[in-house]
């Protein structure tokens, strides 16, 4: 029979022999009380193997108490426990034997102790452990794992609720995060100190991140909430959070006209009482009292025989003035609409608008004429009408002027695709919008549909275009909305915005395990008429494989509802939207405007987001104590973005390159951990091993911000060198780590800058120069390609050399395939783009004559 290590097998053979001797003997148990240690078992069950009648539980450790496991078997000769794969020692054991009565089977009962400092001595290395394992005549077996972890609530909230004003009837968010602790904390809400029941008040409901939703707010429900966590440990409570619910007055409905008076007028009024205005809301606006002029018996009649034919005669006479002016006023505006739209649609203008550009001839026998200069303007027209944002069809504040000097160059071949420009060339006056930022999300916001819009000036773009297109980019967020020539009709001219919405400014509501890929980004005003696709780009922060990932393109309709309007993978060309889906980016053609975001929901645990673990520091330190701060955000510029700009207001710096991890989708935390510090001159003031994130919190991707922090304390003012290790990783997954050696003591905020590097160009681009390719020289690359070739030479072979050979269906399907190549052409390269591999690829399909010669930099 095997025996467990401990006094017996030190013994060798003799403590065998001594151990059945006792057995057999019928020693006393350790409770005091005889029985047999080990009974005769009947016939028929000798050849049983043990069983558990109870078997160790999961246990907490609170405070110093410690606890007690307890294992209970039969038929059992012997039971001993196992801790961490170590026996315990046998005199650690408390044991009690009894028998069976209905089976006359021996039953055996073994219970020991666990403190916290055995638990201690291992934590951080791994997860303390205990199994029993017991003893029959036939065999052993083994029970279940049983985990003591020391118990904790920490005393500072994640994240706890802020006070709000709303309106009746709107919906409330109050947002809680519980501090850390072991086990997990639960969360209730109260309300002036009363426990809010969902059950019994359905207008609650607590979010499965415990964030409290007040449906519609009612005036019952202004108040002071606080978010309750508690554990076995502990009971924390939060700050309050003020909810004030207010009403704004309404009108009555009219009165009744009254009698008409002896002054010739009658009235009626309303009162602002349905309902009147409460808690601070909103007065009514408006009239309350409103006359009308009458005739009645009592009005007496001061006008009347020639006295009338006078004034009535004097009235058509004003209106026939004024009619006649409204005809001049409109004969001169066509006429000059008509002027204007010659010179626009002459297509010089099209192509003096540009950078001089040039490549060298590839192939033999191509050859480009020296260049010429264009020539200079002779027109120029001025449109100075003020836009208005209440329709879709704004008006355009520009000039038409030359856009070249003498000394430009432009070279091309003599193909038939470049004809000789015309002299006389104008182009539309394009580049950096000056108007005030400010005073545009200003004016946007005060529209009905846009009043939700952020009032981050930093984060939104905006620009006025017409039928020769444009583009906008957030500078450092990978955000931009692409504009292509002709879709905007001719004849509009549309004032559009671009923004990034803040995740904590704009509810996305997510099901089950689905989780954000996207930043949130509005693009508008909605309603506007495209003649074909915009395209917009954004960041994603999925690791792109369609066969992990269900990714859904979600819209926000006009009442503020999110709409899945696409699933990835599986576009149809008939429908408004399609994605372009990239290994860093996704880009969607779309034909309507509106807020837009990617949504994903894994398909297996093989499925992972791209996590950007960032580091940084107090810039300064004067104190022993020293803060590393561990961000992990989703792997999208406009994240890092919001972290670099808020950790420079708090005086941080980066103190390391930004690495990034693959956090995959399998229910396992992250961890943080610091190690290799030199410890004559640092310590760590973490009391654990390591720093846990819960994975629903990072997978959610939710929160912004995400990060922990180690304190650490230095022996000395005069220590300055730092060397550590900091580790992260996600438990049976994925690590990165980052080898630290700076001085606390020198400012290296200068590294900044080598991961924001600032935008240099112009948020919107009006015009030519929002493109690489020459507006005339796309028209005749397009004429060229569009028609089919029987050799295939036509923009199927463009979409192959350009590694888009997977959306020839939505090329397929419209009026010019290639002209919708070339626009995802210029989305991908507007900044990095090389005009000269397009030249390359189009004298590979055998259209030499479309090749774009330009000068070299040199020349320039």
Not at 124 to 152: F, H, M, N, P
Not at 820 to 849: R, Y
Request: include cysteine.
């Amino acid at each position: 029979m095997p025996l467990p290590p401990g006094p017996f097998v030190r013994c060798g053979f003799s403590a065998a022999l001594l151990l059945l001797g006792l057995m057999f003997a019928g020693i006393t148990s350790t409770g005091g009380s005889e029985h047999p240690a080990t009974a005769a078992l009947p016939a028929a069950f000798s050849d049983l193997l043990p069983h558990f009648l109870v078997e160790p539980e999961d246990e907490y450790i609170v405070k110093n108490k410690p606890v007690t496991l307890s294992c209970r078997s039969t038929p059992a000769t012997q039971i001993y426990f196992k801790c961490n794969g170590e026996w315990v020692h046998q005199d650690d054991h408390l044991i009690e034997r009894t028998v069976d009565p209905a089976t006359a089977l021996p039953v055996m009962q073994v219970t020991i102790e666990i403190t916290r400092q055995q638990v201690e001595k291992i934590f951080g290395l791994d997860e303390y452990w205990c199994q029993c394992v017991a003893w029959s005549t036939t065999g052993t077996q083994k029970s279940q794992k049983a985990y003591i972890r020391i118990a904790y609530l920490r005393k500072n909230f994640e994240e706890e609720p802020q006070g709000k004003e709303v309106a009746l009837d709107q919906e409330v968010l109050l947002h809680c995060h519980p501090p850390e602790g072991v086990p997990q904390a639960e969360v209730e809400w109260q309300r002036n100190e009363d426990v809010l029941d969902p059950l019994s008040d359905p207008n609650f409901f607590i979010t499965p991140d415990n964030n409290l939703v007040i449906k519609k707010a009612r005036l019952l429900d202004t108040g002071n909430y606080t978010c309750v966590a508690k554990n076995i440990v502990a009971r924390r409570k939060s700050n309050s959070a003020t909810v004030l619910v207010y009403v704004d007055g309404g009108w009555s409905e009219w009165s009744k006209w009254s009698a008409c008076g002896a002054d010739c007028s009658m009235w009626r009024s309303r009162e602002c009482s349905q309902p009147s205005p409460g808690t601070g809301g909103k007065d009514c606006q408006g009239l309350d009292l409103q006359s009308m002029n009458c005739t009645s018996e009592q009005c007496p009649q001061t006008v009347s025989g020639a006295e009338d034919v006078a004034l009535y005669v004097g009235m058509v006479a004003v209106a026939l003035c004024l009619t006649l002016l409204l005809i001049v006023v409109v004969l001169v505006y066509r006429r000059k609409k008509e002027g204007l739209d010659a010179d626009v649609a002459d297509s010089s203008i099209l192509t003096t608008g540009f950078q001089p550009m040039g490549i060298k001839p590839s192939k033999p026998g191509v050859w480009a004429p020296r260049p010429r200069r264009p020539p200079h303007s002779k027109n120029s027209h001025l449109l100075t009408i003020q836009p208005d944002l209440t329709t879709t069809t704004t008006s355009y504040q520009g000039t038409l002027r030359s856009r070249h000097d003498t000394a430009g160059k432009f070279s091309m071949t003599n193909g038939p695709l470049l004809d000789p420009l015309p002299n006389g060339s104008h182009t539309l006056h394009n580049g950096k919008l000056n108007s005030d930022t400010t005073e545009f999300v200003s004016r946007l916001s005060t529209q009905t549909y846009f009043k939700t819009l952020p009032r981050d000036v930093a984060n939104t773009s905006y620009g006025t275009f017409n039928f020769l297109g444009g583009r906008l980019t957030i500078p450092n967020t990978g955000i931009s909305l692409l504009i292509p020539p002709e879709a905007i009709p001719r004849g509009k001219i549309y004032e559009i915005y671009l923004t990034v919405q803040r995740k904590e400014d704009l509810r996305l509501p997510l099901a089950g395990c689905q989780t954000l890929l996207s930043p949130i980004v509005s693009c508008g005003p909605p309603g506007v008429v495209l003649s074909r696709p915009v395209i917009l780009s954004m960041d994603h922060c999925f690791d792109a494989c369609l066969d992990n990932w269900a990714v859904r393109l979600k819209k926000q309709n006009y009442e503020g509802a999110w709409e899945d309007v696409l699933l990835m993978g599986e576009e149809l060309v008939s429908e408004p939207y399609y994605c372009q889906l990239e290994a860093e980016t996704c880009r969607l053609f779309t034909e309507q405007l509106g807020t837009f975001a990617l949504v994903g929901e894994s398909l297996h645990m093989g499925a992972a987001k791209r996590l950007r673990l960032v580091l940084f520091s107090d810039a300064y330190c004067s104190t022993l104590e020293y803060n590393i701060r561990v961000y992990c955000m989703d792997d999208t510029q406009d994240v890092f973005k919001e972290v670099m700009q808020m950790e420079r207001q708090l005086g941080g710096r980066l103190i390391d390159e930004p690495h990034v991890l693959l956090f995959k989708d399998s229910y396992h935390n992250l961890r943080l951990s610091i190690h290799d510090m030199p410890q004559a001159h640092w310590r760590s003031k973490l009391l654990a091993g390591y720093q846990e994130i819960p994975f629903y919190h990072i997978w959610n991707g939710s929160q912004r911000y995400l990060h922990c922090t180690f304190t650490l304390e230095r022996l000395s003012l005069s220590t300055c060198e730092l060397t550590c290790q900091l580790c992260v990783w996600q438990v049976e997954g994925e690590g990165q780590s980052f080898a630290l050696d700076f001085n606390i003591a020198k400012d290296t905020r200068g590294l900044d800058s080598e991961f924001l590097l600032m935008d240099s160009n112009a948020t919107a681009l009006a015009g030519p120069s929002a493109f690489q390719i020459p507006y005339l020289i796309r028209q005749k690359i397009c004429g060229s390609l569009d028609a089919p070739c029987p050799n295939g030479a036509d923009w199927r072979m463009l979409a192959q050399r350009l590694k888009l050979e997977r959306h020839m269906s939505f090329f397929a399907s419209k009026a010019s395939p290639t002209s919708v190549i070339l626009d995802l052409w210029e989305a991908q390269h507007f900044h990095s783009g090389n005009i000269n591999q397009l030249a390359t690829v189009m004298a590979d399909i055998g259209k030499q004559e479309a090749m774009i010669f330009l000068v070299s930099d040199g020349e320039c």
